[in-house]
């Protein structure tokens, strides 16, 4: 793509800073490292095999996946280390026992007896094995077992013929709701401490426990000590977001995704900026409005990557955007003249970037230097 | 797709019922050949050219889009009649003269003497010929100019060359602020006033105002008098949804689309169904939330289609969706085992199709006997 800019795009268009995304691994990887414990990026946010590239350790993997669907395409690309982190189910163990057939060392994760029970009678039937991490509920926000609890060496038990228990993992999700990054590192001790005891009982009740999974951006980031935990799992730090700057896990600027749109009116009597960038390409995600600043649908960009602090996309229909100033003041209309194109910085990478089917890679303020496909779906 | 029925589907997969859907048309046909108005349905909501065809008064249109992107792929299917009823920008000028000259009869709109002298500036330097709409503020929503505004007019007028003002368009969004059907009746007659004053300006001021459009699901549902327009543009109505019901627009029962999912775990001590339907699924829309009744993510089906109205979907991560009992009762844990198929009925249609690739036709309660495919994108 040579000699393409920005300004030769369609709007809406989502872009990736290439530097910033760079940076965002970088510092992930160098911090992971320096805590001396594996990394098995999340590929759910970017769903892209040239990033997935850029994120694994090896061309085989580790990642972790959403869906099947990631599965699969990962896999087509040479990606065999696959963890499924979405609580299996009956429905799924075709397709699960269909890519293992194929090569794909692909993991699933349970959170019951009767879905160990489940995996169990498909082995039997089918005689496959599919190796199972057992889910740990570390913050009570979503699904697992509790670490102490008897349900854990019930679930263990209850795998047998081809199902194969590897572990345990658990995804602190409730650090998305630490209000600083001391409670968000105490965050990442709680959930460390919760896999490693289930593990440890695990052991000590005869099963295997290789793996000791653990991961959320919030947590990886902050996380001071690791020990026994075997693999980090995070994903939307690749590109972060509002999210993440409002919990102080980066700085706006080191986001590295953004939606370019175009000015296609203006309502001066009231205060808007009427932008191509509604709904649907910056999605309904309103992440920050639980948080100390509220983002609206975003910040504002100038094409060249530049924060244009003052102003705030307040307001989405499907294919409109509303930006307004932040202090209700006036707003300078020659400069935002229709056709300028502006950049929307998402509150939520992974939805932001459900919403396109391809990548544009820029480098430096307006050289696109290629076109990334990414993928959606089950 | 003979034989293939829900029970054999992967989750999470978009579902239409097609008995709802076809009466859902075939009510707002009936209504608007009554008012004796043309009709121009908005395709943006289902984006099928299955769909599309059921909608159609013609198999050359018209419709409304509201990407060029739905113009091209629609137009490749044979449709020529279509209106762009998002505000024109300098840079889908090109696109817009292109299909053009391939035989699309695309109008545009705009709101600005800005734009309207872009579009003829254009048009001057390519000999092109694009007929516009100049959008009218009906209700203070949006965009738009003041249909007794000296704007109108300076529109009207700086359209010149190839850019023909054809006449004038205008969308009430603000009729998803009613309160009331009777508000929504009123809010219909003020769309219809407002543009039908436009086109009396325009005309008078020795302006062509062929074409005077209005739409939105409520109003074009409560209208009860549209003198002075030629035609309709709704949508969303072809499906039907949460926000429409809360609106009165529909019952919960006309809803024909749905999202079907997987229970993949149990969390007994919150309450909590847990699903493989989250927010990918589903979309982050939360609609009903300014509503009288918060709807949450949704209302639960079950597979066969019938409401289980002690339920809801209450919380969404990417891939998890939580269901829980509305009053916080208990939940007959052995009703909803692991790899039982429910189905979640969306705030907003147009969010939630948007986040799937293919729709899933059902006849009956289970049979499926089609499957569609429909785009996104730009």
Known sequence: MSSVRLDDLSTPALVIDQDRMARNIDRMR???????????????????????????????????????????QFFAHGVTDVLYAVGIEPGKLPHVADLRAR?????????????????????????????????????????????????LLDVAAALTSGARCRGVMTHAGASYDCRSTDAIAAMAEQERAAVVRA???????????????VGSTPTA??????????????????FQDLVMAGLGVCAVDDIALSVLVSVIGQQREKGWIVTDGGWMAVSRDRGTAGQAVDQGYGLVRDADGRILK?????????EHGLISRR???????????????????????????????????????REVVARWERFGGW
């Open 30 to 72: 160098r911090h992971l490292s320096g805590l001396g414990v594996g990394f098995r990026p999340h590929v759910k946010t970017a769903k892209s095999i040239e990033i997935c590239r850029r994120l694994m350790p090896t061309p085989r993997g580790p990642i972790t996946v959403s869906t099947l669907k990631e599965a699969e």
């Open 103 to 151: 090569g794909c060392d692909l993991m699933v994760i349970l959170d019951s007896v009767e879905a160990a029970a489940d995996v169990s009678a498909f082995c039997a039937a089918r005689r496959s094995e599919i190796p199972v991490l057992v889910e740990i509920d570390s913050d009570g926000h979503r699904g697992g077992v509790e670490p102490d609890s008897d349900t």
């Open 199 to 213: 593990a440890a009982r695990l052991r000590a009740a005869g099963h295997d426990a290789t793996v000791v999974s």
């Open 221 to 238: 980031t902050f996380a001071r000590d690791l020990a026994g935990v075997t693999e980090v799992r995070a994903g939307v730090f690749v």
């Open 310 to 318: 003052s102003l705030v996309m307040h307001g989405a229909n499907q």
């Open 327 to 365: 202090d209700g003041g006036a707003i300078d209309w020659d400069a935002f003249r229709i056709g300028r194109r502006l950049r929307i910085v998402p509150n939520h990478a992974c939805a932001t970037a459900a919403q396109h089917a391809e990548y544009f890679v820029v480098e430096g303020s």
